[in-house]
């Protein structure tokens, strides 16, 4: 049975139908010639009702929409997708090179991690998406306050790999970029949560929207 997904989740589902867009309109780019798979896109899971994001061929070719947890056939999460299931002929892409550095220079990392972005989508459905530009998006998830010393180091490794690396951390509450916590000139920072984005200074401590 499958469990109950998570921001970044890769899902794999039945069939094309499976999505319904915002605009409740069959949602565009899923083939069924290729394995269905979307994203989980940032919002309110409620009544088995799934928010996605669908990935086509090209850059322009996306779509926000909902699927139904009866759709979907198998999960994964970021941190189960590694270079080892990329194609030898695409590991030398800049994305999968930082994706190697990643791996060898935070392998005693005491938290959770693992791609997004087009990087996790190929790994997971083994359909080409990462091209010679792409950046290495990175999901980090820290369910207890980081310490600002401890993400500074943190930051230094990974803008230190070969490619452009966006750094995303994942709060029970809300999720951040790790470069602008730990290079803010002030207190507070964007922060991405289920019903929009706000200003605050703790990511992992939210009442009603705004900072407590």
């Not at 507070?188 to 200003?199: E, F, M, Y």
Request: net charge neutral; charged share 25%.
């Amino acid at each position: 049975m499958v469990g109950t997904p998570h921001i970044h989740d890769l899902l794999l589902l039945r069939g094309e139908s499976a999505v319904t867009s915002t605009a409740g309109a069959p949602c565009p780019y899923l083939n069924l010639n290729q394995r269905p798979w979307v994203v989980v896109r940032r919002g309110r899971i409620a009544d088995g009702s799934i928010p996605v994001g669908v990935r086509g061929t090209q850059r322009h070719e996306r779509c926000a929409g909902f699927t139904g947890l009866s759709e979907v056939l198998e999960t994964r999460r970021p941190d189960q997708l590694r270079l080892i299931l990329a194609e030898d002929s695409r590991r030398p892409l800049q994305a999968f090179r930082s994706l190697s550095y990643l791996e060898s220079h935070l392998a005693g990392l005491d938290l959770t991690w693992g791609p997004g972005g087009s990087v996790g989508y190929e790994l997971a459905s083994e359909i080409p998406a990462v091209r010679a530009d792409s950046d290495l998006d990175f999901i980090l998830s820290a369910p207890q306050k980081l310490d600002l010393t401890e993400a500074q180091d943190l930051w230094r490794m990974i803008s230190s790999a070969p490619g452009k690396v966006d750094a995303l951390v994942e709060t029970p509450f809300c999720g951040f970029s790790l470069e602008e916590f730990v290079t803010a000139s002030s207190r507070k920072i964007l922060l991405r949560t289920s019903d929009g984005r706000i200003l605050g200074c703790n990511p992992w401590n939210l009442s009603n929207g705004k900072d407590s």
